[in-house]
């Protein structure tokens, strides 16, 4: 789905290419404020997922965004981004959502390595964030190295 800028902006090839990917940028904004659906079908899909990363940061209580950018990592094929995007979700959930995380592991299961996969699979059995410790996702918006919220 493609959401039209909201201004009439021609993209010549005079624009530099640092203008051109604004554009993209606030393109990929304006088409995830505009979906209503989890599976994202648009034509920027790599901007988007960095701008859901934002909007995680922003409001890391959102179950749908969550969900969008974990989707939007396994469409994409992105392991790294996938496991930090499940991290975060699970730092959010805490011990709540137990189905849905183990769905959205089994979703992805095969974009992540095999340590990524004990420690999701050691945190399904026993909800417990510290078990991310030892393998902090560098992606991840909600945690810095101490495992602790970023301000």
């Not at 201004?7 to 624009?15: C, F, H």
């Not at 890391?60 to 950018?69: E, F, G, I, M, T």
Request: hydrophobic share 45%; net charge negative; charged share 20%.
């Amino acid at each position: 789905m493609t959401v039209a800028l909201p201004l009439d902006l021609d993209r010549s090839s005079s624009m530099t290419s640092a203008e051109a990917e604004c554009l993209n940028r606030v393109q990929a904004a304006f088409e995830v404020m505009a979906c209503d659906s989890l599976i994202y079908r648009g034509d920027q899909p790599r901007l988007l997922l960095q701008h859901l990363g934002r909007q995680v940061a922003a409001q890391p209580k959102s179950l749908a965004l969550h969900v969008r950018r974990i989707f939007l990592a396994i469409q994409l094929a992105d392991g790294q981004e996938l496991f930090a995007a499940l991290a975060d979700l699970c730092w959010v959930l805490e011990s709540r959502g137990q189905l849905l995380l183990e769905r959205l592991v089994q979703l992805g299961s095969s974009l992540l390595s095999g340590e990524q996969q004990q420690v999701l699979s050691r945190y399904l059995e026993s909800p417990d964030p510290d078990c991310f410790k030892q393998l902090v996702p560098r992606r991840s918006v909600l945690m810095n190295g101490s495992f602790s919220l970023q301000l």
